[in-house]
Every structure is written in C-alpha cells, then in structure tokens.
C-alpha cells in the first residue's frame, strides 16, 4: 500500500501523502454544474484513500472541476465533493483522473478509511 494525496514525495524521495491507499473497482457516479460534463459521469473507482481517488473514464473532466461524487463501498453510499487535481489521457481515448475529497463527512470519511484498511 502507498500514501495518498498531499505532496506525492518530497526531495529525499520518500512519500508524503497523508492517506494509505489501495487499488480497488467500485462503482462511482460524478456530477457538476459545469456544461461540460455530463449530468453524470459514470465510472469505477481504480484507486481510493480517505484523502481522494482516482478513476478511469471517457467523459471530459478537466483541473479544477468540482465534482460531486458517490461511491458504492459493500456497506453503502459515500457521498463527498472532491476537486480534479490530474487528469491523464491514455491510449485508448479514457483518461485517469486523480481527485481530491473537499467536503466529506466525517463517518463517510472514516467508512472509506475502513475499507481501505480492510483490504
């Protein structure tokens, strides 16, 4: 397992983000005000920590977006407004997308940590 969102490592290398996060699939649904993103971006999660995640998709995000984003753990719903902070265009016409959370509640934070945890 690796750290997740802050400054990725820092001069000597070592990594400091302040989450542990895991690869993982799990449903995703995002929305925004913005026009151009679809009324919902549908998606998997491909990487999640408490502080963020990263998802694959086709639909057009660009950084800075807030988003508004709910993912399906095994015991529920978490719901969380997150900032796109990278997005990186693959092969294959899809992009990954690294979001961090910006409002989330503490028990659905803690949800999160949980799973990862558990994994």
């Known amino acids: ?48 920590c408490g502080g963020g995640l990263r998802v694959a998709t086709a639909s057009p995000v ?13 015991d529920g719903i978490v719901a969380a407004r997150a900032q796109v902070v990278r997005v990186k265009a693959q092969a294959d016409q899809t992009a990954q997308v690294s979001m961090k959370f910006t409002g989330i509640g503490s028990c659905d934070q803690e949800r999160l940590v949980q799973y990862v945890y558990a994994k």
């Open 1 to 48: 397992m690796s750290q997740c969102h802050g400054t990725s490592t820092g001069r000597s290398g070592v990594d400091l983000r302040e989450h542990v996060r895991i690869d993982t699939v799990l449903p995703l649904s995002c929305w925004s005000d913005r026009e151009h993103i679809p009324d919902s971006l549908r998606s998997t999660a491909l990487n999640l």
């Open 62 to 74: 660009h950084v800075g977006d807030a988003l508004s984003v709910r993912i399906g753990l095994p």
